[in-house]
């Protein structure tokens, strides 16, 4: 298990996502590993019809976004490597259900380790969307590193009780 030689960090480019990258660097640059920035892209739907024409185009569409998170996600590979010059940093960009892509990434790239960030949504949100972490934690053949999201940061403000008298 140890020494950690590949580590996989997805990210949605959020502030949460950023520290789980900032934490990937370290155990990278600890152990001497390789890193993989990872974007998953959730493929749009398409849905048939009458029309003739394409109102939407979906596959420029979809490459638009592709380009733009690779773009992102090499931005944030050269500012890492002007951080730490000897980091073995790559990316990659896939298009996929994200939960089940990170997985099947994982296993492409042998990872040792996935760094994650989980964003602490609950209640409503939570049921409504899932979470995409906890999903990456069931599946994953490799150990999950979880990464909560700074206080404040994509959740809600704990507001503490009142605690005046009656």
């Not at 959730?42 to 490459?63: E, L, R």
């Amino acid at each position: 298990m140890l020494p950690w030689k590949t580590i996989l960090c997805p990210t949605d480019f959020s502030a949460p996502s950023h520290e789980a990258i900032q934490a990937g660097v370290e155990l990278a640059t600890h152990f001497d590993a390789g890193l993989i920035l990872l974007n998953v892209i959730t493929p749009v739907p398409v849905v048939a019809t009458a029309y003739d024409h394409q109102v939407f185009n979906v596959p420029t569409y979809q490459h638009d976004l592709e380009t733009h998170a690779e773009a992102q996600l090499k931005n944030i590979a050269a500012r890492l490597l002007a951080e730490a010059p000897g980091l073995a940093v790559s990316t990659r960009t896939i298009v996929f259900e994200p939960a089940y892509g990170i997985v099947q990434a994982a296993a492409e790239v042998k990872a040792d380790l996935i760094v994650i960030a989980t964003h602490g949504q609950s209640g409503w949100r939570r049921f409504l969307f899932g979470s995409v972490t906890e999903k990456v934690v069931k599946m994953a053949a490799c150990p999950v590193l979880t990464i909560r999201a700074p206080e404040g940061e994509d959740e809600p403000a704990q507001v503490p009780p009142d605690n005046q008298g009656p």
